[in-house]
Structure formats: C-alpha cells, structure tokens
C-alpha cells in the first residue's frame, strides 16, 4: 500500500470515527431533555406530596471507547480535546451510575409508594356516602 493510499485510508477511518461519535453524543441531547422533563414533573409532585419516579433512560457511552481506541488525528493531536472527551465519558458513566441506582431504589420501594399512595387516597378521597340500612364501617 502506498503512502497516499495509507493516508487516504487514514483520513476515511478518522471521518467514520468522527461521524460514529457525532451521532451518539446527539443520540443523547434528546435522551438528557426527557430525562430532565421527566425530573421536573417528579420534583413538581413532590410539592403536592406525591411520590412518583418514573424511569430514566440511561445515556449511550460507547463514544469514550470509539475516542480512547480509535482517535482520529483531529482529536489524537489536541489533548485539552482528548480531556474534554475523558470529562464528558466520566460525568455520562457518573449519570448512568445514579440511573441505574435511582432505577433499583425505585423497584425496591414500588410497594411502599403503592401504600403511600393508598394511605393519601383513603386520607384525601372523601368516603362513599353510607344509607340507614347498612351499617358505616368502621376503620
């Protein structure tokens, strides 16, 4: 292979390189807007002493690998780009880390909230009207 044929072959693989990472920290933008969405209605029950937490969509982090294995020259020859990628895959492994812990929190204690919530429905809701000819039930 000759030298303008390795560099053309270069330049290819750092172009799909490139595109791959492209297209999976923008697969996230709108993966983070729901996610943050999704916390703000949490946060705003939370006010109304409601309890709720609804899954979060865990954050695509293979773009790390893609940079760390294969660096294109564009980001192999700047290293404050090179940390800026190390940064951005730290804090997405961080926000996955809290995902996956918030999700197990969530199954474990379903069946708290489902009595919380009974508790604040039989406390809230006013009771069916009773007649003379049946008895009120007592609680």
């Known amino acids: 292979m000759g030298h303008a044929q390795y560099r053309r072959d270069a330049g290819r693989h750092d172009r799909a390189v490139l595109a791959a990472i492209r297209m999976e920290l923008a697969a996230n933008l709108p993966v983070v807007e729901k996610n943050?969405?999704?916390?703000?209605?949490?946060?705003?029950?939370?006010?109304?002493d409601e309890w709720l937490l609804n899954p979060l969509e865990p954050l695509e982090?293979?773009?790390?690998?893609?940079?760390?294995?294969?660096?294109?020259?564009?980001?192999?020859?700047?290293?404050?780009?090179?940390?800026?990628?190390?940064?951005?895959?730290?804090?997405?492994?961080?926000?996955?880390?809290?995902?996956?812990?918030?999700?197990?929190?969530?199954v474990g204690n379903q069946g708290i909230a489902?009595?919380?919530?009974?508790?604040?429905?039989?406390?809230?809701?006013?009771s069916p009207p009773t007649t003379d000819d049946e008895p009120a039930s007592s609680l």
């Open 61 to 106: 982090a293979g773009f790390w690998n893609l940079a760390k294995l294969n660096p294109p020259k564009s980001i192999s020859a700047n290293a404050g780009l090179l940390g800026n990628f190390q940064r951005v895959a730290r804090l997405t492994f961080k926000v996955n880390e809290v995902i996956r812990s918030r999700e197990a929190f969530r």
């Open 36 to 48: 943050q969405k999704d916390i703000a209605e949490e946060l705003e029950r939370l006010t109304k």
């Open 114 to 126: 489902d009595l919380q919530d009974q508790a604040w429905r039989a406390h809230h809701e006013p």
